[in-house]
């Protein structure tokens, strides 16, 4: 009896710790035209680089040269964007590869 108590217990807990995520998820995206326009707007952010990701996911990078600000966002192919990252202090770098040592 305690066991089965203990096992529902845990579902339950396990339960609400998963709706809580996808909750939270969830307030995080929204359809790619409407992340956009708000990443302009409110942060003066623009994309600075495109790249793509497993299951044809889309994740870009936007950031603005005047404030600093970056967010990195993923989009799936259906359109809807999420938030994944964000931050201050964004720098624009070219970095070269290293060249090979040769053998001596």
């Given at each position: ?11 339950a807990?396990?339960?609400?710790m ?11 995206c929204?359809?790619?035209?409407l ?13 600075q ?11 870009e990078?936007?950031?603005s ?6 967010t ?9 964007t ?6 201050q202090a964004f720098?624009?770098i ?11």
């Open positions: 009896m305690k066991r089965d108590f203990w096992t529902l217990t845990g579902l807990i396990g339960a609400l998963a709706s809580s995520t996808l909750t939270q998820a969830q307030q995080n929204a359809a790619r035209d992340v956009i326009e708000r990443l302009a707007s409110a942060y003066g952010e623009t994309r680089s495109i790249g793509l990701a497993q299951n044809n996911t889309m994740v990078v936007f950031a040269t005047t404030t600093g600000t970056w990195i966002t993923v989009t799936n192919a259906s359109g809807l999420c938030l994944v990252a964000s931050g720098e624009r070219t970095e070269t590869l290293p060249t090979p040592a040769e053998d001596a």
